[in-house]
């Protein structure tokens, strides 16, 4: 770890550290944390990719898809799924309400079976007349790359859709030229599987730190004072605790601590 | 609704069935045995045929859960006229594996199950107090000196599990002691490690009396706090253990 101000800084450090020293640490933390956002985001290029392809394809010829036409994005899919040391729980593409010739909403979504059992397809119901009916339209992982064009890290939630997993789901918009949005390319990831790149950034820090999403919930910590799925709301408002925004665009996520015990 | 077009809950509900097959349930309940030291190293598991009468389940199922535990390096299956299948744990090497296990878990995975440890425990805790049996007192009180006076992680990890299920078991509930045991199967290894790992056994020891002491005063809310406190402790420890554990990796 390079810091600019270590050639000044004396052998041993003083208790309190200078304020502006903290707030750089908070900050390259919350930096860190970015970095591994966008490079778990970044492994949803290759399904992106094939799902683009779908309407590319069908926009050169002057029509919408079909439905079927999207299991194209099967190939991806289990490149993310099957990869070693996947930490992706499932992914598969969704459509934006229109966008197919032949169905008003899909989901093209696999998750991975019990024991390495291979992939299974997720089947919803989508029919507004059920009493299931699971509208995604409304969901901040569809919702908020619609709305707002970008990608979005949604969660985290307990899944009773694949398994019994406390997820977090990622999404990216799908924008096709002379269609516009078409969908989104989405995969959920295990909180705990995120846990490994979270940790170790908070973990760099001299004091107790915590990972804060926009409400306040606790996403990591490195105190057990702060139980992962929490809610810490005080802290974001805390004059005492340092703080620094994950500079994503895709992500409201806070970085507090860094000096000292967070509780005292 | 027909059964084929899955829905959210229903698919939710069914998951567990679809993914966990009856060869990996005998698999979970001998590996349970293990953890909680009712079988030891060394011991020979009962016949295939005996543990397939025993459990209900076909002798091929035995056979697959069989394979299931050599895989995981928990029994090994010796052939010949004195053959048959016999539990491996050596304790180094189940602790070795246990700190594995405690560094690799996530804190969310600890607090989750700690989340269903304070369900179950803390429940268990305030019925024992409106429903113990007369002689619980005499019963719980030698494991509360046992978990103190216990020298080594077996004997801690067996002291500290058997005072849990006996609550449950006070508590004259079947399904609450049956959530106890695969509780304790899973949270005692972890917990119990050799020095410096484990817990402070004497204030465990000492949470426990106090648990006891409400449930046999029938102070039910009493109980379920203390219970609920110990609880909370344990977790504590294994998170602050578990992020120790992840700096040295």
Redesign the interface.
Known sequence: MTSTFSPALPAVLPVALPDALDRLAVERCARRIAAAVESVLAELDGLRAAAADCWSRAAAAGRRPAAAELAAVHGAVSELLAGTGSRWFGCGAVAAPGALADAELHVEWWYRGARGAGERRLRLALDPADAEFYDYRVLPWFARPRDEGRPVVAGPHVDLLCADRYVLCCARPVVVPGAGFVGVAAGDVPLAALERLLVPALRALPGEAALLDGEGRVLAATTPALPVGSLARGLLADPAVGRGAVPSEAVDWTVVGGRGDLFV | ?TIG????????VL??LT??GRADAVARRITEAIALGLVADGDQLPSENDLADQLGVANGTVREALALLREAGLIETRRGRNGGSFVRTPAEGSERLQLARLSD?????L??L?DEELAVFGTAARLAAERAPADLGTRLTRLVHELRDATGPAEQRRADARFHIELAVAAQSVRLTQLAVRLQAELGPLLWLPAPYGPDQERFAEQHREILVAVLAGDAAGARAAAEAHVVAC??????RH?EL??DG
Do not use: F, I, N, Y
């Open positions: 609704m077009s899955a829905t959210p809950l229903l698919s939710a998951a567990p993914d966990l878990l996530a804190t969310v995975d607090r989750d700690g977790v504590h420890h294994l998170v602050r992020l992840a700096d």
